[in-house]
């Protein structure tokens, strides 16, 4: 009877997130699905629907025979659809990676603090959260823009003479920088969180073998840490692939990225049926290689186990 009740609960505990996900992204990503087979109309709703519920079971059928991928040829006929999705990958990537490269030894330097300090530490990787991200990406766009805080201070430092500015606002360079800054905290945690259980008598061991601190951080630290960087590496790719504020803000009219044509095509030329397609194919190439690394790491631990 017990065991019976443990099971109900497990069940339960499970079932909320899963009904999350079904009312908050798979019921919002189904109705974006459907427009994405419509066609642009100028009305309200700008597309004529495919089907509708009312039509029952008979308009369902009706519906796929006629399905029609129009949207989705006219993404592979535009350029400007794939150079954005292009360009949204590899600043992402370039991102992440230079996330991974400032964050690494926060996250370290954190879990190696001693003990009285990490909260305090955490508590100042997590502060930037206490202000909206709006009004943080705005305040890049103080210091970066040409007479701004940059430019004095290497002004005043004599870096720069009185005539020289410092022009990285409304460049790539700039969506670099707003993306590791807003991003920074999701790559620290995840990192912080392995390297802070890793058991210290392991270096110890290696370090009473001979072994050279720089190999032995490579050869025992790294490695243990690896899920950390696999989750902060994600945390950070995902969100940063379909970015529309800082490039919009920082990045200026010449930053092709997709969370910037999505806006375009939804607001401005309102056709919600290509960007919609959009869409859909943004989710399948964050979702689908996800999947994939996570059987595969599965398939790994099962054969290790085994």
């Not at 419509?38 to 025979?65: C, H, N």
């Not at 009473?208 to 960087?229: E, M, Q, R, Y």
């Not at 692939?241 to 930053?255: A, Q, W």
Request: aromatic fraction near 14%; charge should be neutral; proline fraction near 6%.
């Amino acid at each position: 009877m017990a065991g019976t009740k443990d099971g109900n609960r497990r069940w339960l505990v499970i079932l909320v997130p899963y009904l999350w996900l079904l009312v908050f992204f798979f019921v919002p990503f189904l109705i974006v699905l459907k427009i994405s087979f419509s066609q642009v109309a100028v009305a309200m709703p700008p597309y004529i629907p495919t089907f509708s519920l009312a039509d029952g079971w008979e308009g369902l059928k009706r519906a796929f025979a006629a399905l029609s991928f129009d949207n989705y040829e006219w993404l592979t006929q535009d350029d400007l659809y794939i150079r954005s999705y292009l360009s949204s990958l590899w600043i992402a990537g370039v991102s992440t990676f230079i996330t991974l490269l400032v964050g690494y030894p926060i996250a370290y330097g954190m879990a190696r603090a001693p003990t009285h300090w990490r909260p305090t530490l955490l508590m100042l990787v997590i502060l930037p959260f206490w202000t909206s991200f709006l009004i943080r990406v705005y305040a890049w766009i103080g210091i970066l823009k040409p007479e701004g805080l940059l430019t004095v201070t290497l002004q005043a430092l004599g870096i720069l003479s009185g005539d020289e500015q410092v022009r990285i606002l409304n460049t790539t360079t700039a969506v670099y920088i707003g993306i590791v800054y807003s991003y920074l905290p999701f790559m620290v945690l995840p990192l912080y969180a392995a390297l802070e259980k890793m058991d210290g008598s392991l270096l110890e061991a290696a370090e009473d073998l001979g072994c050279h601190p720089l190999k032995a951080f490579w050869v025992i630290t790294f490695p243990l840490s690896l899920p950390g960087v696999i989750a902060g590496c994600f945390l950070v790719f995902i969100p940063a692939v379909g970015e529309f504020v800082i490039p919009d803000l920082l990045g200026g009219s010449g930053t092709l990225m997709i969370g910037k044509t999505l806006w375009t095509e939804f607001f401005s030329n309102r056709d919600w049926p290509v960007s919609s397609a959009v869409a859909v194919i943004l989710l399948g190439l964050l979702i689908v290689p996800i999947v994939l690394f996570q059987r595969a790491q599965q398939r790994a631990q099962e054969r290790e186990a085994g």
